[in-house]
């Protein structure tokens, strides 16, 4: 497995080389960091499932460089979808939408719908740029572990089963992008994340939630079972709360008094936002890696990337009933 320097122009080449070839390479957005195939390669799109260990039933976001691009893939742009677009692309929001032919079925799991984004990056946007096609990525994650917003930590959860992996820095971010769809003039968040509902209500007026039909199962990343750290999780309103010596802390701000857990980290001394987003993922993995019985995690101001973060630490306390 080479780990390379996604700024490096040889690098992004080589890259293409293996997308090409329909293999699956590990590249960094400016929210977490992608498993990438070619898009319109349904073989290569299968490694990523297996790859992941991912259920077939959930779909894939597809990338592009360009705005141009949707139209080619999509049948039609919502004029609220076009606005959003022209906020917050390149950047961390995907929009779903009906899809046309391009886009294999194994993407999107056989729904007529295509989850879209444009990243940030820049590491990203050249990649796309280069091999000249869309890339379908999720999360370079085991399925159902959590997201991973550094190349090291792409490297020790695949260990040598990718060929490549693109450096581009830690994620700016570090919250998946998120996801809406717009359907009679409605938008919809399907996934809380990097960009927040009061940034969407700015640009749409009214959003609403998704209402969650377990039955329809449309998209598996909206059930309650994510994000999960193996140790089981906890959420706590005070750091006086954390009763186990064995234990690891997740801090949103620096701790006023000494805690009894053993291992601490935290997300933002003074309570910053981004701050905190952009180090959540790498912390919580680092602190299941302390054999702690159990992480305590500080609950976060529900508002902004706040909510993004409490969605998925809810998600992981219920997955590992901590
Ligand atoms: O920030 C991100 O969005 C990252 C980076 C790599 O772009 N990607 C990401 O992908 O988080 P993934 O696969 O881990 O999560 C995408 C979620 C899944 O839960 C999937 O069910 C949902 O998007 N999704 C994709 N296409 C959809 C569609 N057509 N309808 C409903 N949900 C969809
Ligand atoms: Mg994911």
């Avoid at 939408?97 to 729904?111: F, S, W």
């Avoid at 917003?149 to 700016?172: C, E, K, N, Q, W």
């Avoid at 919809?188 to 959003?207: F, P, T, W």
């Amino acid at each position: 497995m080479e780990l390379l320097d996604g700024f490096d122009t040889l690098a992004v080449e080589r890259a293409v080389t293996l997308l090409r070839a329909g293999e699956v390479v590990a590249f960094p957005t400016e929210t977490v960091y992608g498993l990438g195939a070619d898009a319109c390669n349904a073989d290569a799109v299968a490694k990523i499932f297996e790859l992941k260990k991912r259920p077939r039933f959930d779909p894939l976001i597809v990338h592009i460089s360009r705005k141009e691009s949707v139209v080619d893939l999509v049948r039609s742009v919502p004029p609220k979808a076009e606005r959003l677009m022209d906020r917050f692309w390149p950047g961390p929001l995907t929009l779903i939408m009906e899809k046309t032919n391009l886009i294999p079925d194994i993407v999107t799991a056989g729904l007529q719908t295509v989850g879209i984004r444009m990243p940030g990056h820049p590491v990203a946007l050249d990649l796309i740029k280069r091999l000249g096609r869309p890339i379908a990525a999720p999360s370079a994650n085991p399925f159902g572990y959590m997201s991973t917003t550094t190349a090291r930590d792409v490297a020790h959860l695949f260990d040598h089963r990718l060929p490549l992996i693109l450096d581009g820095g830690p994620a700016s971010y570090g919250i998946e992008s998120t996801i809406v769809s717009v359907r009679d003039g409605l938008v919809r968040i399907h996934r809380h994340g990097s960009v927040s509902a009061e940034q969407l209500a700015e640009v749409v007026g009214k959003v609403v939630e998704k209402e969650h039909d377990a039955a329809s199962c449309e998209s598996p990343g909206e059930l309650p079972y994510h994000y999960a750290p193996h140790t089981p999780l906890r959420i706590i309103r005070t750091p006086s709360e954390i009763e186990v010596g064995n234990s690891a802390f997740l801090a949103f701000r620096q701790p006023l008094t000494p805690v009894r857990a053993r291992h601490v980290r935290v997300l933002s001394a003074p309570g910053n936002m981004r701050e905190a987003a952009a180090r959540f993922f790498s912390s919580l993995i680092e602190l299941d890696g302390t054999a702690s019985e159990i992480i305590y995690a500080e609950a976060l101001p529900e508002r902004g990337l706040g909510r993004a973060m409490m969605e998925r630490l809810r998600k992981a306390a219920k997955k590992t009933g901590g």
